[in-house]
């Protein structure tokens, strides 16, 4: 299971965000330069549509891939009562043929994306990732080198942590504590719950700047 919310930014803004994330967590930045593909299952692989993500770390040396089954949210009062959500998540390395294999078994290429940024790790209660990406399309098939923005001048922040049945609604406490910390600059929520760009960014951002530096906790 992880717990996991999302938000967006101004990619104007997203330097000041490095700046608080680096004194924050008190670690360097990862580079990110994922290619991902997302694949559904034909009729011939049962009644019910599933759904699989095969990420490709084209930062490393030798890229690595990665393939990733996302499931259903816990749903209920309880689901309910907290700012996170939680799901059921299944995440494995692979080889390089991967992509071959998914298509002997039926799965059909839905579409792909690159995405760009860097990552976060934050040990406080939970391991929390922080990444800032930008999306951006291919204009040929997995043509990376060619690869478009998606959202011009948007950025995608998501904030994730391991969880387990029996400790998700503390690893959730952990993720909003932080998530605290970046609510000058914007606002995290639930994947599917849009709240847009936080007023009070342009200003949170430009004192980062001015200071050089987040408070290192």
Request: proline residues 4%; aromatic residues 6%; neutral net charge.
């Amino acid at each position: 299971m992880e717990c996991v919310v999302q938000g967006i930014i101004e990619t104007q803004h997203v330097e000041a965000l490095e700046i608080l994330l680096q004194g924050l967590c008190g670690v360097s930045k990862e580079r990110l330069r994922i290619h991902e593909l997302c694949l559904k299952s034909g009729p011939n692989l049962g009644a019910v549509a599933s759904e699989v993500r095969l990420l490709c770390d084209l930062e490393q040396p030798v890229p690595t891939w990665t393939v990733r089954h996302v499931g259903g949210a816990m749903r209920g009062a309880g689901a309910e009562q907290i700012s996170v959500l939680v799901r059921t998540m299944v995440e494995s390395k692979v080889s390089k043929n991967v992509l071959r294999f998914f298509y002997a078994l039926g799965y059909k290429l839905d579409h792909e994306l690159l995405r760009v940024g860097f990552s976060f790790y934050f040990q406080r209660g939970a391991r929390i990732t922080i990444t800032v990406t930008s999306a951006n399309k291919m204009l040929k098939l997995h043509a990376t080198e060619e690869a478009v923005p998606v959202t011009p001048g948007i950025q995608l922040v998501e904030v994730t942590a391991p969880a387990a049945a029996d400790n998700y609604n503390e690893v959730a406490a952990a993720v909003s504590s932080f998530c605290e910390y970046l609510a000058p600059l914007l606002h995290l929520s639930k994947p599917g719950v849009s709240t847009g760009i936080v007023p009070t960014a342009a200003a949170a951002a430009a004192s980062l700047m001015s200071n050089g530096g987040g408070k290192q906790l």
